[in-house]
């Protein structure tokens, strides 16, 4: 019997594996796995939420006026360049049905975020995947891949799993030496974590070149990860077809309510920053003294390199502490820790320290 087909690229996806999934024979306890903010959201965020169930009836306002005003206050950026996602893969998959078709190239780069690869494919575009050297991206390697039919590139910044970012003055020579027809999107989903004085999330470059993007995320440092709520920054040209595709209510009124919230109080940002620096200082030597290599560019989560992930992976599942494998990602002998709280990962480094493989 014949049933409707979906185009080849879609039948080329590999579906995203998230966190979220509980291998048998794990308890799940200790969640290290998806670069969620342990400390969750805070106060304020909580307490808008309990309050918004007398609306709940009501169709959310679509443009999301009141977080764009509130984001543009925070950002000190003009509202009207501003467009919201259910999470910033939102923004990502828009990016791409708006930008590339069949017969385009999207570049991505090496062991790059997953979601890239599936909005490229979904919009029946070809992946180029730009290689790293050393875990590192060059403007060389990625300009080497540039061709006509270059449509975006996806730039992790900085990267998940590696969180590896281009500086500001490479990214300097980068956006010279790009064709402006191609679509640069910055993806800073981590920039709160970020305080690197050569670091830069995008916003200065959206304001100097037509043809760059920056796309953000509620669901790392403002622990909203369940409120599925992202934005992007661009000029009028490229938010105004965004604009036209976007499904009109693709933000909730409660995650646009909590995003104005969380806003509002930077003071638990830095503080959950503040602390997740200090815990993954402290977690690297730990490492360190348990020899087990580590890749650690910054952010909130490590790369640790085992002999063999696989058996660490579910031995620490089995104690009741889930970290993500990286197969998914070409990297099957690494696992992705995230910075948990101070209690979280002193039991992984002592269940760590009892594990007889590594
Ligand atoms: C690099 C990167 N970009 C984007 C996202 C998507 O975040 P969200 O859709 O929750 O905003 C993630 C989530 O893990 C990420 O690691």
Same mark, same amino acid.
């Given at each position: 019997?014949?049933? +409707?087909?979906?185009?080849?690229?879609?039948?080329?996806?590999?579906?995203?594996?998230?966190?979220?999934?509980?291998?048998?024979?794990?308890?799940?306890?200790?969640?290290?796995?998806?670069?969620?903010?342990?400390?969750?959201?805070?106060?304020?965020?909580?307490?808008?939420?309990?309050?918004?169930?007398?609306?709940?009836?009501?169709?959310?306002?679509?443009?999301?006026?009141?977080?764009?005003? =509130? /984001?543009?206050?925070?950002?000190?950026?003009?509202?009207?360049?501003?467009?919201?996602?259910? $999470?910033?893969?939102?923004?990502?998959?828009?990016? &791409?049905?708006?930008? &590339?078709?069949?017969?385009?190239?999207?570049?991505?780069?090496?062991? $790059?975020?997953?979601?890239?690869?599936?909005?490229?494919?979904?919009?029946?575009?070809?992946?180029?995947?730009?290689?790293?050297?050393?875990?590192?991206?060059?403007?060389?390697?990625?300009?080497?891949?540039?061709?006509?039919?270059?449509?975006?590139?996806?730039?992790?910044?900085?990267?998940?799993?590696?969180?590896?970012? @281009?500086?500001?003055?490479?990214?300097?020579?980068?956006?010279?030496?790009?064709?402006?027809?191609?679509?640069?999107?910055?993806?800073?989903?981590?920039?709160?974590?970020?305080?690197? =004085?050569?670091?830069?999330?995008?916003? !200065?470059?959206?304001? !100097?070149?037509?043809?760059?993007?920056?796309?953000?995320?509620?669901?790392? &440092?403002?622990?909203? &990860?369940?409120?599925?709520?992202?934005?992007?920054?661009?000029?009028?040209? /490229?938010?105004?077809?965004?604009?036209? /595709?976007? +499904?009109?209510?693709?933000?909730?009124?409660?995650?646009?309510?909590?995003?104005?919230?969380?806003?509002?109080?930077?003071?638990?940002?830095?503080?959950?920053?503040?602390?997740?620096?200090?815990? @993954?200082?402290?977690? /690297?030597?730990?490492?360190?003294?348990?020899?087990? +290599?580590?890749?650690?560019?910054?952010?909130?989560?490590?790369? =640790?390199?085992?002999?063999?992930?696989?058996?660490?992976?579910?031995?620490?599942?089995? !104690? $009741?502490?889930?970290?993500?494998?990286?197969?998914?990602?070409?990297?099957?002998?690494?696992?992705?820790?995230?910075? $948990?709280?101070?209690?979280?990962?002193?039991?992984?480094?002592?269940?760590?320290?009892?594990?007889?493989?590594?």
């Amino acid at each position: 019997m014949k049933s +409707p087909k979906s185009t080849q690229s879609i039948y080329a996806i590999s579906p995203y594996v998230g966190g979220d999934v509980t291998p048998t024979g794990f308890v799940r306890r200790v969640v290290l796995a998806s670069n969620e903010n342990p400390y969750g959201p805070s106060e304020a965020v909580k307490q808008v939420v309990r309050d918004y169930t007398n609306i709940i009836h009501c169709y959310p306002s679509g443009a999301a006026n009141n977080l764009r005003q =509130a /984001i543009a206050k925070s950002h000190d950026i003009d509202s009207d360049w501003l467009v919201t996602g259910n $999470g910033s893969e939102d923004i990502l998959h828009m990016l &791409a049905r708006t930008f &590339a078709g069949p017969g385009d190239e999207v570049l991505i780069p090496q062991h $790059g975020f997953g979601v890239y690869k599936i909005a490229t494919l979904a919009v029946g575009a070809t992946p180029i995947i730009v290689p790293r050297v050393n875990f590192k991206l060059t403007v060389d390697a990625i300009m080497a891949r540039v061709t006509e039919r270059t449509k975006i590139f996806y730039l992790d910044h900085p990267g998940n799993p590696i969180a590896h970012y @281009l500086t500001n003055s490479e990214i300097d020579e980068l956006l010279e030496r790009m064709p402006n027809n191609v679509l640069v999107v910055f993806d800073s989903a981590y920039a709160e974590y970020m305080e690197n =004085a050569d670091y830069h999330p995008g916003t !200065k470059w959206v304001q !100097k070149y037509p043809n760059v993007v920056m796309a953000r995320s509620f669901s790392k &440092a403002y622990g909203m &990860a369940n409120l599925r709520l992202g934005w992007l920054y661009a000029q009028p040209a /490229i938010v105004d077809p965004i604009q036209r /595709i976007r +499904p009109p209510f693709n933000t909730t009124g409660i995650s646009q309510a909590a995003g104005i919230a969380a806003l509002n109080d930077q003071s638990w940002i830095r503080q959950c920053v503040a602390l997740n620096q200090e815990i @993954l200082v402290k977690f /690297i030597v730990n490492m360190e003294e348990l020899k087990i +290599p580590i890749l650690s560019f910054s952010s909130n989560f490590v790369m =640790a390199k085992f002999e063999d992930a696989t058996k660490v992976y579910r031995y620490l599942g089995e !104690k $009741g502490l889930v970290v993500r494998p990286m197969g998914a990602y070409d990297l099957p002998n690494y696992l992705r820790i995230t910075i $948990g709280k101070a209690e979280e990962m002193n039991e992984l480094v002592n269940v760590l320290k009892s594990c007889p493989i590594r």
